[in-house]
């Protein structure tokens, strides 16, 4: 680990307008706390909006500077192995200044759009028991993987949960692991800050008092269930508007905190939460660690037993789509990623080509983003999707099972370059012409959304960057993910943030011929003229939906509905 850097305690040298590790253009200052300040900044290479948190060098060559400073970098280490959707993404770390031990490191994390937790109980007040549960259980997810690698988070606070916009729902972020405790191991050694101790032999507070574990308060050992105490707390917060332990006296709230249940049921009782949920979280609050719910993951279970069937009634609902015969009128959940839910395949839907300023083919209006109505069958059985073990099931899309090689399906068919839709196969195939950015945003079944960006590749090959708009994505077998990078024909899984496979996507370069460039969907083997299109990518989106022929060179798409 790099020493804290030497001097004058001062702010970082970072002004709007600065580019840093020579990529993140900073656009304005939106926070500080600390040991940092927080800025938006924009990725130049990849055009998306990011956080850069740069450490502020407060504290200086004191215990508290040096230590402050190994817990920033601590962060970016325990970030880096964390990879679950309701985690805080880091994208890069360095140092300011033109050496590494020049200048004060700084970390770039995904930008959240949607504030803090704490932002919106201010704004909103109390949340429904539903959403009260849904971010718990979102937290727990995200803190399962942690403790799974013997990182305790050690500040659960509302503070750090910040929200993203995902279609139509709000996606919970657990942030901060600035102060994450780490279990001994060898490998990481160097790589994290003592326990919360200075060189002096002095002890620093590394909790928030509103929010932190009693054993915290009292300086003994942490472990998972500590932050299991803190995440009950916010729940509590949740349903309740206020935090039940908001003393500025760390003694009177240690006292506090051996009546927990007593406060608890003082908060909930009166706004008629069940007595159900009142139990578990008085038992997650339990004063002895030892009494308390062991694993986070029970917790979510817990929670979410209380909401099926009777608190319905909490659920956003959503106008019923119309009916379709032999298909449940039934929706997608738009929820968070919690526990495992069968996969489904994807039935023939109808989804329309996004009209984003980039140049797509259909006349059709957009499809909102919520999710069409759940088919009836087949529904397969039940996967393990927790984020150490997923692994899409076998059988989801026979489509996919084996790419058709060139020549399937006899010779090759020529494709007009028009502006409407035209059968491959059984798809609705379509031209978009990518202009500016390289970035165009595509629609596949039950209106999931994906982004597409495409780059240059080491060898000078194009990689696609795949994100997803209103779901996860994931490659077939691998976990699911906001966003994919693929340097070869790949296929996709569509993953609702409740962990549901809704859609697959194939992604092919296809295979180059004099004059034109072919490629094999489903039983139709297809040609598009080089003139036309000088690069083209295919996405399919698979049986009855739509496929894409993606293109950044050649002709732009007519309007007329001829070739130009």
Known sequence: MPSAPKGPQKPPEIKVGDVVLERYRVVEQIGSGGHSVVFKGQDERLSRPV???VFSGLGGESGVGRTSYEHFVQEAFALSRLTHPNTLRIYDFGHLGPKDSAG?????????????????????????LYETVRVTSAMCAALAEAHGLGIVHRDIKPQNILFGSVGLTKLPKLADFGIAKWSADNEDS????????????????MYSPSWAAPEQLAGQPVSPMTDIYSLACVAVYMLSGRAIFADEDVYAGYKKRRHADEHV??????????????????????????????????????LQATTEPSTTEDQPRLPPPPA???????????????????AVTPPHASPVVPQQGTQTTSTKPMPTA????????PVLAAADLTPATYHAPPGVAPWMQGAA??????????????????????????????????????????????????LPGPTGQRVVHLKGLTCFVAHLGGRPSPAVTLDRTSDVALVTPRAQEIGHLRVAQGTAAPGQTTFTVGNDHVAIASDDCGDPILFDFGPGSDVYFVYTRGRTVPKSGRRG
């Open 324 to 342: 379709v015969p032999g298909r449940s009128t039934k929706p997608l959940d738009l929820v968070t990623p919690t526990t495992p839910v069968g």
């Open 405 to 454: 090689g060139p020549g399937a399906g006899g010779p090759a068919r020529r494709l007009a370059l028009i502006d409407a839709p035209q059968p491959v196969a059984d798809r609705r195939g379509h031209f978009v012409m990518m202009t500016g950015s390289n970035s165009a945003d595509l629609v596949g079944q039950h209106g999931a959304k994906v982004r597409v960006t495409l």
């Open 370 to 377: 919520v999710a069409p109505p759940e088919p009836a069958a």
């Open 51 to 53: 956080c850069i948190k």
């Open 190 to 205: 160097g790589q994290r800050a003592e326990d919360t101790a200075i060189v002096a032999g002095q002890k620093l507070a």
């Open 265 to 302: 049921k003082d908060a909930l009782q009166p706004l008629n939460i069940p007595k159900q949920v009142i139990a578990i979280l008085s038992h997650a609050l339990a004063f002895d660690p030892k009494k308390r719910i062991a694993k986070v993951e029970d917790l979510s279970a817990e």
């Open 104 to 128: 004060m490191p700084l970390q770039v994390c995904e930008y959240m759009n949607g504030g803090t937790l704490s932002n919106i109980i201010r704004e909103q007040g109390k949340q429904s």
